[in-house]
Each structure stands twice: as C-alpha cells, then as structure tokens.
C-alpha cells in the first residue's frame, strides 16, 4: 500500500470516515445487485494489501471494496496473521465477520491460514472455516527456511496431504498458494513442480499467484501443464521492471491468462495488489466480459 493511502486513513478520527473518504475520492456506487462477475466466475479481492484499512473499518472498507466492483473476498485467518497486520480482529466472532461481509454485498468462499496453524490448532480453524461459510482453507506457503533442502518441501507436501484429507472430511477444500520461493529451483528441480507432484491431486488444489511473472513464469503455462488442478489465482500486473500497474497495463496477457485458467479449473479470482489499482483492475476484467 502507498504511504498516501495510510496517511489518508490515519488522519481520520473515525473508523467510518475513512471508508467514506474513499467513496468520495474514488466516485465509487455501491450496488450489491450489480453482476461483476467474470462469466461464471464472480470477482474478488485478497484483503492484505487494504489490512491496514480493514482492520480500522471492517465493514465500511468492505463496502467500499464492492462499490469498486468486487463480489468477493479472501479474508486472512486473524490468528495465523496476528502479527501481520490483523490482531485487532483477532476478537471478532466468525459469525459476526460472516454478518458483516454479507452485508456489504460481498461473500467469502476462502479464506488464508499459515502452515503453522493449520498443524497445531487444525481442529480450531476448521470451525472457524465452517462459522465464516467458507468453501476454500488456504494453505500460505509452508515458508521454510531459505537452508530447506527440496525433501524439506516433499515432506512438507506430505504434511499438507494429512491436513487435507481432514478439511475434506469436514467438507471444504484444501488449497496452497504459491509465493516467489516455490519458484526457485534445488537440485536442478524447481520446487513448484515438485510440490505438485507430492501433493495429492484429490485433497490439495492450487492457487496460483501470478507475481511470479517476473520471474518469468506464467500462470497459463501451468493451468495448461496442470490442468484441473487449481481453485482459485491472486491477480497482480507488472511492469518489465517489476513495478506494479493496474490489472491489463503490465506484461501479463490476460486474455491468454483468462483461456488457460479454464483448463487449469480456476474457480475464484482474486486481485491481490496496492489500494491505488484495485478500481482499474476491476474495470479492465470486467471489460473483457462486454
């Protein structure tokens, strides 16, 4: 997020006022009754870039959100990021989040988890799933340490497997999501590749993050090389020069993107990208619907 935007909302003496500054400064209409889906496939938002925001006015900055033009949204597990930004809504009841969300016009089919609580308070965090309505457990990365070893990452996935197969007894979907890391390569194999070879097909899909593009991968090539094996994708664009744009003005061929993720199986998208972006990157998808 730019320094602008959490000056704007920390000048505000009121959680309220913040979410109207927005709508003031973005022109934003808020209709829940609007489709802004692509296709069949409903357009959402990661909340991590706008934790700052959400956390001071969870229901004003989710309505602003979908008067940008979003029907989505991926919330955070507050435990698991406590320290990342969502300890003030470690004391809000699922329930509760599920009302105010609904609210707002939004839903909220998926939701991040660390690897961390998933293997130690697996049990809690699938209540918390099934209070907040939510189809998708999301699996962050296993973020192991940079001196990981590739049988590190295999043994990982095997872990990641027998969570799995619990939240799919508990009738939600195992998913992992990818960061930069899994696109190293040890041992003359990228990790990526052999995460998914380790992971059961069955128990644990993908959510593929496209920021990957700079370091030169893109996600059509695995939708296409994985095919049904992805849930979701967190959406960002990028510059040659690793600066981030608006959905549609970097180096990303979204069109090609949008033809291979229905290959890969993509069910939910979900723009993961500074404040300032999130307007354009709506207008822009749901341009290539018209």
């Not at 960002?236 to 090609?256: F, L, M, N, Y």
Request: aromatic share 12%; hydrophobic share 40%.
């Amino acid at each position: 997020m730019k320094k602008v935007n959490r000056r704007l909302f920390i000048s505000q003496t009121a959680m309220g006022l913040g979410a109207a500054t927005l709508f003031s400064k973005y022109g934003a209409h808020f209709n829940n009754k609007l489709d802004f889906g692509f296709g069949n496939h409903p357009l959402g938002f990661q909340t991590y870039p706008i934790r700052d925001i959400l956390v001071k006015d969870f229901p004003g900055t989710l309505k602003m959100m979908a008067g940008l033009g979003y029907q989505l949204v991926e919330m955070c597990s507050p435990p698991g990021y406590l320290d990342s930004g969502f300890g003030p809504l470690v004391n809000m009841k699922a329930e509760e989040m599920k009302r105010i969300i609904g609210d707002s016009g939004l839903n909220c089919p998926s939701c991040h988890y660390t690897f961390d609580e998933l293997k130690d308070k697996l049990d809690d965090r699938i209540e918390f799933a099934h209070q907040l309505g939510l189809k998708h457990m999301i699996c962050s990365s296993f973020w192991l340490p940079k001196t990981a070893g590739l049988k590190d990452y295999l043994t990982a996935s095997d872990e990641l497997n027998k969570i799995a197969e619990k939240i799919s007894k508990a009738g939600m979907q195992m998913g992992y999501h990818n960061h930069e890391m899994e696109f190293a390569k040890l041992d003359n194999t990228l990790i990526y590749d052999a995460i998914m070879g380790e992971l059961d097909p069955k128990l644990v899909r993908m959510q593929f993050q496209t920021e990957v593009i700079n370091l030169g991968y893109k996600a059509s090539t695995y939708f296409t090389k994985y095919p049904g094996r992805f849930i979701s994708s967190h959406l960002s664009d990028w510059t040659a020069d690793r600066k981030q744009v608006p959905i549609g003005q970097g180096i990303i061929d979204w069109k090609e993107y949008f033809e291979a993720a229905k290959t890969g199986g993509v069910q939910y998208f979900f723009v993961e990208m500074n404040l300032a972006t999130f307007k354009d990157s709506a207008n822009f998808i749901n341009s290539l619907q018209a």
